[in-house]
């Protein structure tokens, strides 16, 4: 979704660049193009939120499915434990949930794809460091509009 954003954003700024030729600014709104560009990058945020959402509900699924894969409750390690009140009493009464559940072995997400969050990482630096430039060239206009 960023590739097609940065490539239509790029497509766009390229066609400015001939809108000064007369046959090119009679098809050419530079000013409806920059508002279609605008709007895509909403609608593109829009659905990168929605899509993280769909994959944080799906990683929560396969994270029960994986623990409880019966649907029902059972003791997982480090988790949750069933015990009964004679257990309970043996323990004192204590209802400290370490005395029972014990501590889960570290676990490893084999799905973490470093090289997609890099990128990511990346596209979002790179948008950051756009929008920081514009705004700091926004802010020396208005300084020079001033006087300052």
Same mark, same amino acid.
């Given at each position: ?33 920059? +508002? =279609? !560009?605008?709007?895509?990058?909403? &609608? ?8 993280? $959402?769909? *994959? ?24 949750? +434990? =069933? !015990?009964?009140?004679?257990?309970? &009493? ?8 370490? $005395?029972? *559940? ?25 948008? =950051? ?20």
């Amino acid at each position: 979704m960023d590739l097609l954003y940065k490539l239509a954003a790029r497509a766009a700024e390229l066609g400015g660049d001939f809108n000064g030729e007369e046959s090119v600014t009679e098809v050419y709104d530079r000013r409806f193009v920059a +508002k =279609l !560009v605008k709007k895509l990058d909403e &609608e593109r945020k829009t659905a990168i939120e929605q899509l993280k $959402r769909a *994959v944080y509900f799906y990683r929560q699924v396969v994270w029960l499915q994986d623990r409880f894969p019966k649907a029902e409750l059972e003791s997982v390690l480090g988790l949750v +434990k =069933l !015990v009964d009140t004679k257990e309970i &009493e043996a323990a004192d009464w204590s209802l400290t949930p370490g $005395r029972y *559940v014990g501590v889960a072995p570290p676990e490893e997400d084999e799905n973490f794809d470093f090289e997609q969050t890099m990128r990511e990482i990346h596209t979002e630096l790179a948008d =950051l460091n756009k929008e920081a430039a514009e705004l700091a060239a926004k802010i020396q206009g208005n300084f020079e509009e001033l006087g300052i």
